[in-house]
């Protein structure tokens, strides 16, 4: 039997004491080279009248602007976040271009072996991946190998299979693949074309089911864990933070943050200001010894809460973030409350009759009903009760009224990466 408990026992189990001060420590250095290495942090600072050392703890972080989604703040070029010559620059990754343009991510060395190496493997560690283990990443992350080399497993590369499907699956066979990571939305839809092609998933050696890049429902997670036999696990990241900034682990409540790779903030999306332990809000990230592009109260975007903090029964002493929901611009406004697709699709996920593909349609930025259109089974035939039933639930759950349209199987389209769920007929 495999001993070791923790990738990094050191800093996991480290005490909420030394946690604090290593992070006063780090967020102090943080702030000493974005301000001297670059001139978007230098203005920043001189802006608000702040110097570098007006920063020395976490509670000092609120006396600094947020910085905004770099995806949409065309006003700021590039090279004014870099803090390095262009060749300490090792790789580049890109933000996935979901609300704006898609950014260039650069990494050193350094930054490489914190964040996509140290960072990725302690996360898969803790999900209860282990050397043994064949995984085969299937988002299209390549960035999403460097921990599982770090960590000892074999992968089955991204291109292998030549991202066909079919050939795919052939390879999560014949590789004796045990560790399956996908965006959480299309890995439903894999699973059953495996069953399709005639290939039980309980025959294969699939232990495990990772989802990474967009919130899913639990009802889903549910599903998977239920039909396939095998736990569905939850990281959180972007790649401008990191890709592997939070994991879940075998107490199977949450996410533990890597708190010795910097601060995580919840904040009110439209005061800023933040919020306590336990309130969902929009999450803002301050990261400590990232050389390339240094990022400081940087609002993700995303939509989560900093869960109350309570000692893990894993043994791990970092705090923990709920699963993430969503995005901000992803909320819509409904009879003056705010939803997000996630909400309607928990309640989606509970009907056997539907498939997985549904669009929430909004003729304009304010409704007065929530107006859904999702695709059924090919065997249902009681398509008024299914409505009805549908509606009710959106009723009962979300207290919404709605119009549900029914939709034969193929007839909304399908996309290849993230789900999108909301079709916005306005501009
Ligand atoms: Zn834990």
Known sequence: MYKKRFWNEDVETMSVDDLCNLQRKRLQEAIEWAHEKTSYYRDLFDRSGLKPEDISSPGDLVKIPFTSDIETADDVPLRDRIAVPAEKIRMYHSTSGTVGAVVPIPFTQKDMEAFLQEGEARARWTMGVRPWDVVQVLTRFDCCSLGYRELGSASVLMSAGRYNTDHQIHLTQEAGVTVIEHMPSFLLSYFERMEELGIKVGSTKLRMASGVGEGWAESYKKKVESRFGMPFMTLYGAVEISPFFASECEARN??????????????????????????????????????????????????????????????????????????????????????????????????????????????????????????????????????????????????????????????????????????????
């Open 254 to 427: 949450g996410m533990h943050i890597n708190a010795d790779q910097g601060i995580l903030e919840v904040v009110d999306p439209e005061t800023g200001k933040p919020l306590p332990e336990g309130e969902e809000g929009e999450i803002v990230v301050t990261l400590f010894q990232r050389e390339a592009m240094p990022l400081i109260r940087y609002r993700v975007g995303d939509m989560g809460s900093i869960m109350p903090y309570e000692p893990c029964p894993c043994g791990r002493t970092s705090p923990k973030i709920s699963y993430v929901k969503g995005r901000v611009s992803q909320r819509i406004n409904i009879s003056g409350r705010n939803i997000l697709p996630i909400d309607v699709e928990e309640i989606v996920a509970r009907f056997d009759e539907l498939e997985n593909e549904f669009r929430i349609v909004c003729e304009k930025p304010e409704m007065d009903i929530l107006r859904l259109r999702v695709e059924y089974k090919d065997d249902v035939k009681a398509l008024k009760d299914l409505k009805e039933k549908i509606e009710e639930a959106l009723f009962d759950e979300l207290g919404l009224s709605s119009e549900v349209d029914l939709a034969p199987r193929g007839s909304l389209e399908r996309v290849t990466f993230k789900a999108q769920r909301v079709e916005r007929l306005y501009s």
